[in-house]
């Protein structure tokens, strides 16, 4: 018997030997490494084994991990950093305005006519022909959709111009849409279809006006345009280092639909997400928010909607944990609430989403542990996001919930973001002088304001506030993704895009370089409630890392966004190599993601008209 039982055993042992994957291990050495974690900042080598983190150390004690089966990666003169985090990027579907055919470069309307029509005569299969790039000055004038017919006649096309504000449909989308004289204008005179001296639309809608003809039409193709949209920005984030990402509510045309569209469209996205995190195609640990944006949605409902999400989502690759709000307009146009009027005016804008709804919902979401996150750009914003968050805080006092943004803070409130220790998420390109903000800022809020209230996360984060900062892409160009780049904006106070630029607000002190780096990595990796899983590089830790050609510590700020990325690690696989075929980047056109960018801020922010976007005549 006893035998018998040996054999058994024996078989059982090698069914069990069989089965069992050998570990992987990789040793990081020769470098210098730095950890974000405060018991030990500085080490020489990391070794992964599997996914996660088995070693941080000298080089010498690394080798005793080393065997004929161990992967040893020379990392002399680099520097291994923990892999980034960011917490405000939409990096899944936010490029979905800029597929198809690229006719920026067409020297005239039968040019551009001759691109669309050889793209559209390569693709047979698509529905719908879509582009982007025109403007008046190419074009002669505004299109007609007969124009479009002639080199697409049977099936819908919409080409966007290159602002993404104004679109040329053909005869098909228009029927398609049921686009005809009865169709109302959103806006007379602003957001409209372009008409004949009879009312019939011509072809051209103007301001967004073609929005919902897009999604009519059967342009909008979720899992199609998601998946080509995430494939392209996180390859790209990838790239720069970044391994985990929060997208703060997913682009798509029906954003605003709080209890529609917006919700068939976030399952379509995270059911694709969790899908390439199955399959090993996910390059980023993926956080995602459904967002309230509107004057009607029903909080509880809408607080229903995230704890399903939370249930459906709720690994450390793909996670739902939290909500976002949008509840205002943006400085720039005029339109977020401030406490005192606009310089020289008694406007002081307002909200879409009321201070009252804004507490219903991050109360009753700490009811069910989800944090909220609130977009804040004006400073009255910024105090009715505080008072819900203090009151969220009553009910369970570890919520996290958070600031994002806050562009502008009353001076009362810096001190109760302070004393209370509320998190709070910026983007530096957002109030220093990117996109002429420091002249706008200056003249419709005045220089007073500007040096107490705009712009203060680097005072923050002196005062021991968990401060998180990123490009919140599209809303910036998604070439400035970078996490170093970012780094590079909160240090110096600049944008560093211009040559020209000087630091803004100008009696502000920037934030340290580690200050930066921890707003990249375990601060942000607080603010998602993942600090004891990423965010620093220590044993246990999943093994996220990025190799860097330089040390952010031994440069001059201004220089820390030219640090090259040389390798991406994110749960134990290389998601980027430079120089590797199987993980380069091609960045879209860059016109295309500029224009991306100020679309993205139109739709977020603008209650009003696009700023810089001229109406007169239609020209870009």
């Known amino acids: 018997m006893k035998k018998i039982w040996g054999i058994l055993f024996l078989l059982l042992a090698l069914v069990c030997a069989t089965g069992a994957q050998a570990s992987q291990t990789t040793v990081f050495t020769g470098g210098t490494v730095y950890t974000v974690d405060q018991k030990q900042p500085w080490a020489e080598a990391v070794v992964v084994t599997d996914n996660k983190i088995a070693f941080v150390g000298s080089a010498h004690d690394a080798k005793q991990y080393i065997n004929e089966d161990t992967t040893v990666i020379d990392v002399s003169g680099k520097t291994i950093f923990p892999g980034f985090v960011s917490t405000h990027d939409h990096l899944i579907a936010s490029g979905w305005t800029t597929l198809g055919v690229q006719i920026y470069d067409a020297k005239d309307r039968a040019d551009a006519l ?76 602003v957001t409209y279809w372009v008409r004949d ?141 401030f406490i005192e009027p606009y310089k020289d005016s008694e406007n002081r804008g307002s909200f879409n989403v009321e201070p009252e709804v804004t507490k219903a919902i991050v109360t009753k979401a700490a009811k069910v542990d989800l944090d909220v996150f609130i977009h804040t750009d004006g400073d009255r914003s910024s105090r009715a996001a505080v008072d819900a968050i203090l009151a969220a805080r009553k009910i369970n006092s570890d919520n996290r919930s958070a600031l994002h943004h806050a562009i502008w803070v009353h001076p009362d409130d810096q001190k109760r973001i302070i004393d209370n220790k509320i998190p709070v998420n910026s983007t530096p390109n957002f109030t220093n002088t990117f996109g002429g903000g420091a002249t706008a800022n200056m ?14 996360y680097p005072h923050f984060a002196r005062h021991g506030v968990k401060v998180s900062i990123s490009a919140d892409v599209p809303s910036t160009p998604p070439s400035m993704q970078a996490p170093l780049y970012v780094v590079t904006g909160a240090t110096t106070l600049l944008d560093i895009s211009d040559p020209k630029s000087t630091p803004f607000p100008p009696n502000r002190t920037p934030m340290t370089v580690e200050q930066a ?27 996220d890392l990025v190799v860097l050609d330089g040390n952010p510590f031994e440069v001059e700020p201004i220089k820390i966004a030219e640090i090259d990325v040389l390798m991406t690690m994110m749960n134990g696989t290389f998601t980027y190599k430079k120089g590797d075929e199987t993980t380069s980047v091609t960045l879209p056109d860059a016109r295309a993601m500029t224009a991306m960018a100020e679309f993205a801020h139109m739709v977020f922010c603008g209650n009003g008209l696009p700023v810089g976007h001229d109406h007169s005549n239609h020209t870009h």
């Open 517 to 543: 780096i921890r707003a990249i990595t375990i601060d942000a990796a607080w603010q998602l409630r993942m600090e004891d899983m990423i965010g620093s590089l220590e044993v246990g830790k999943y093994a």
């Open 114 to 189: 001759a691109k669309i029509k050889s793209y559209a005569d390569a693709n047979p299969d698509k529905k719908v022909i879509q582009g982007i790039g025109w403007d008046q000055s190419m074009l002669g004038g505004l299109p007609t959709a007969r124009d479009l017919d002639a080199v697409v006649p049977n099936r819908p096309a919409i080409i966007l111009d290159n602002t993404i504000h104004d679109a040329w449909l053909n005869t098909a989308a228009l029927k398609a849409a049921n686009i005809s004289k009865d169709s109302k204008d959103t806006v007379p005179g």
């Open 443 to 456: 003249q419709l809020i005045g220089e007073e304001r500007v040096n107490s209230s705009l712009g203060r």
């Open 197 to 337: 001296d009879a009312g019939n639309p011509t072809g051209v809608a103007i301001e967004i006006q073609w929005f919902q003809a897009y999604i009519d039409m059967g342009a909008w193709d979720p899992e199609t345009m998601i998946a080509e949209s995430a494939q392209m920005l996180q390859a790209i984030a990838a790239s720069n280092g970044t391994t985990t990402f929060l997208a703060p509510g997913i682009v798509t045309p029906n954003i605003k639909d709080v209890h529609g569209g917006m919700e068939t469209d976030f399952v379509v996205a995270m059911d694709m997400m969790q899908d390439w995190a199955d399959t090993g195609k996910l390059k980023m640990r993926t956080l995602a928010q459904p967002m309230f944006k509107s004057t009607t949605g029903d909080p509880q409902r809408f607080v229903d909607f995230g704890i399903k999400m939370q249930k459906r989502y709720n690994s450390d690759m793909v996670k739902v944990s939290s909500l976002k709000i949008h509840p205002e307009g943006n400085t720039i146009a005029g339109t977020a609430p």
